[in-house]
């Protein structure tokens, strides 16, 4: 979908909470302010929780969407 | 009487009396079960993830989650008798409930690792990774009789009451686990 614009694509499958914040924090240090990292996971967790870390961490939330058995989601660093 | 609400970025700088406080976490960590154990790392990995500065202050029973895995703690009679019948170490612990003598210890792994769950030990690699302070009391590790070196390299010098309040003091959560 984003895949050509997205700076990291982070496979997040199989991992349970609190790894995928866990892993999204860690990448997001590792783009520039205005990029984004897609990610796709399985816990079902991630649809409230990373909503709740964008908030808390002022990042934005760009798409989360659900498919098939996964979940899609893109976020852009903001500070 | 009407409320007044304020922008997010205010209520977390300051407190009802004026007093400014930071983006931080104070944990007070009493119990070495595993699953107790297991909700503590979670919190501290997911706050510091979140961007906030973490402090687990370490007592009692919890002093066995920093203890490095396979040492014996006590010097006196009584010392050791509790370092043996307590092991100490991340992979040592059992569930509060249901331990069994160490069966429920060993069910829980099991089904933790089916489900894909990060263990204990990996949570407590990637709470050091993400700079959680930990900090062991010195009053219960004198009656434990637990030697500082027996800890983990990544814990600070054991404190007391007062670091513990002084870190809980500006902090805008604070948990007792």
Same mark, same amino acid.
């Given at each position: 979908m984003s895949s050509q614009t997205a700076t990291i694509v982070l496979d997040?499958?199989?991992?349970?909470c609190p790894m995928p914040i866990v892993k999204m924090a860690k990448a997001i240090k590792e783009v520039e302010i205005g990029d984004t990292i897609e990610a796709y996971a399985t816990d079902p967790g991630v649809m409230a929780d990373m909503p709740a870390w964008c908030r808390t961490t002022g990042n934005e939330l760009v798409t989360l969407e659900k498919l098939d058995k996964q979940f899609h989601f893109v976020v852009r660093r903001l500070k | 009487m009407a409320t007044v609400e304020f922008p997010m970025e205010n209520t977390m700088t300051?407190?009802? $009396?004026?007093k400014a406080t930071k983006n931080k976490l104070s944990m007070v960590v009493f119990s070495g079960d595993m699953d107790k154990i297991m909700a503590a790392l979670i919190i501290a990995t997911g706050a510091a993830a979140s961007g906030m500065e973490v402090t687990m202050f370490f007592t009692f029973w919890g002093l066995k989650m920093i203890q490095k895995p396979g040492t014996m703690t006590g010097k006196g009679l009584f010392g050791r008798m509790l370092g043996v019948m307590n092991r100490g170490g991340l992979d040592a612990i059992g569930p509060s409930r249901l331990n069994m003598g160490g069966m429920g210890r060993w069910m829980f792994k099991l089904m933790m690792k089916q489900k894909g769950v990060a263990t204990l030990p990996e949570l407590y690699d990637m709470a050091v990774e993400l700079g959680v302070k930990m900090l062991p009391c010195q009053m219960s590790m004198d009656v434990m009789e637990i !030697?500082?070196?027996?800890?983990? !390299? $990544?814990v600070e010098p054991p404190v007391g009451v007062a670091a513990f309040l002084e870190e809980a003091t500006e902090s805008k959560m604070t948990l007792f686990i």
């Open positions: 997040l499958k199989g991992l349970l | 300051v407190q009802s $009396n004026g !030697d500082p070196m027996l800890f983990r !390299d $990544n």
